[in-house]
């Protein structure tokens, strides 16, 4: 492991331990809008240095390489994430501290962030030049319409209730959260054995950890469990940055080479 990358690691478990104890701490009462601050803070910070390490791993990669590509589309929905968080943050700060309504402008960053990250993984996925294997494809089915079925039945009558605009915003995470776990199981079967690819698999834990963040997020919003907010839900976003931004550093530390793709 590299230095910046030990330095990561090490600062990114102490502000989430941070955030562990303050959510513990400030659980409900009127302090609990320290955490709030500290957790939408800390979201921000970490998304942003994802962000950051992403666009820097261009450098490593020729112009006309994939992986390149891949990397800076990442970075680009990282960066699009990050947006949103940020909204998000300025909104109970201008608004007396208010909760963010649902839907608001930054779910238009939060729901850019899946598309992006597909095209990065679908890029990622062609410049391996490995077939699928069919235990992928039977996986990603099975996971993808489970979880898009229980989420239709648990929200079904959230639903009917909720207006036009939170009706779509909720569709859309309810389609977009089974499509990015489809991608990142059948990215992860063309990665196996190959050590080349060994800090996407950071990557593509973040991703999952993100997923799974997402759905739970809004099923609670929908069955107003989620009030002031949940310390082990809140903590996904910064665990999930944190393992991307952790596989862009241990990519830029590699030897500046381009990537080569892997025999069939």
Request: charged share 5%; hydrophobic share 55%.
């Amino acid at each position: 492991m590299s230095k910046i990358s030990f330095i990561l690691l090490i600062s990114w478990a102490v502000l989430c331990i941070a955030a562990i104890f303050l959510g513990l701490l400030f659980r409900g009462g009127e302090q609990h809008v320290i955490y709030t601050y500290y957790s939408s803070f800390l979201e921000l910070l970490i998304a942003a240095l994802a962000s950051f390490f992403c666009f820097y791993n261009r450098r490593l990669f020729l112009p006309n390489d994939p992986v390149r590509k891949a990397w800076s589309t990442l970075g680009i929905a990282v960066l699009f994430w990050t947006g949103g968080a940020f909204l998000s943050l300025v909104y109970p700060i201008t608004h007396s501290g208010q909760e963010t309504p649902f839907p608001w402008y930054s779910d238009i960053g939060y729901l850019l962030f899946i598309p992006l990250v597909l095209s990065a993984l679908m890029t990622l996925r062609f410049s391996l030049n490995v077939a699928i294997p069919f235990w992928a494809w039977i996986s990603a089915f099975i996971i993808a319409t489970s979880i898009s079925l229980l989420a239709l039945i648990i929200n079904s009558e959230t639903l009917k209730q909720i207006g036009i605009a939170a009706f779509m915003t909720t569709m859309a995470y309810v389609v977009f959260t089974p499509m990015l776990m489809t991608m990142i199981i059948i990215t992860a079967s063309v990665l196996i054995g190959h050590p080349i690819c060994r800090p996407w698999w950071f990557a593509l834990t973040g991703l999952f950890i993100f997923s799974i963040g997402a759905f739970l997020h809004v099923l609670l919003h929908n069955l107003n469990i989620l009030k002031q907010g949940i310390w082990w839900l809140d903590l996904t976003w910064p665990l999930a940055f944190g393992l991307i931004a952790l596989a862009a550093t241990m990519t830029c530390t590699m030897s500046n080479r381009p990537s080569t793709p892997i025999p069939k």
